[in-house]
């Protein structure tokens, strides 16, 4: 069965540091992945997709994201953290040829001044 | 406006009573999605539907019902609400033409059950 792991449900980092969100997935065949960003009182929105593309993955607002099939993972990370990335972030799996998508139980980046 | 709307936002009712939260789109997607969300519990899926006529369980399906009313309008039910439905409950869009395709939500649903 797919599932995701997301290390850490609370992350904190300076203005200004290197953001680094951790994602493991479990899957028997490559899925695609997917970054969720969840502002304050909002629904989710993405950040950035793999879809068995290029395995270095740009999104929204300077996030990047990499696909180590060996490691299954799909860390997400940012250079520079801004205040304004201050949010919950999510981890999904759809494996390929079906309807779902699994999530992952969120992380939520607090960044300090 | 936005593309997922949900209605309401906000909803503080009683164990027992019935409720409603609904969902309607503008982006003309077949597949609508209803999930919630728990503090540490990610996101779990309740129901899916891929057309009016195609309704699936999720994986935590039990004590909620749905109505497809149209291609844009996803409905969920609660029967009889308990507490522990208290939740943040998002309703999500996907187009069929793309396997690859991410989903879009609504802005949530916060109901509180006491």
């Known amino acids: 069965a797919q599932s995701v792991t997301q290390l850490g449900s609370h992350v904190s980092v300076s203005e200004g540091a290197l953001v680094l969100l951790r994602c493991n997935y479990s899957?028997?065949?490559?899925?695609?992945l997917f970054w969720y960003v969840q502002y304050p009182n909002q629904g989710l929105q993405l950040l950035l997709k793999y879809t068995s593309a290029a395995t270095l993955v740009k999104g929204i607002n300077g996030f990047e994201a990499e696909f180590k099939k060996s490691e299954t993972s799909f860390h997400l990370t940012k250079p520079s953290a801004h205040m304004s990335d201050a949010a919950e972030y999510f981890c999904?799996?759809?494996?390929?040829?079906?309807?779902?998508?699994?999530f992952g139980t969120g992380t939520r980046l607090k960044v300090l001044a | 406006d936005a593309d997922v709307t949900q209605t309401p936002r906000n909803r503080i009712t009683k164990t027992g009573k019935r409720i409603m939260l609904e969902c309607s789109q503008t982006k003309g997607h077949d597949r609508m999605y209803w999930y919630r969300q728990d503090p540490g519990l990610g996101l779990r899926l309740i129901y899916y539907s891929f057309d009016v006529k195609d309704i699936n369980k999720g994986e935590i399906s039990d004590g909620y019902s749905v109505s497809r009313q149209a291609q844009a309008k996803f409905s969920l039910s609660l029967e009889s609400a308990i507490p522990n439905q208290t939740a943040l409950y998002f309703c999500a869009t996907r187009s069929l033409g793309t396997e690859t395709g991410e989903l879009f939500f609504g802005e949530g649903s916060r109901l509180t059950v006491l």
């Open positions: 999904a799996v759809s494996p390929p040829g079906t309807y779902k998508y699994i």
């Open positions: 899957s028997s065949v490559p899925p695609y």
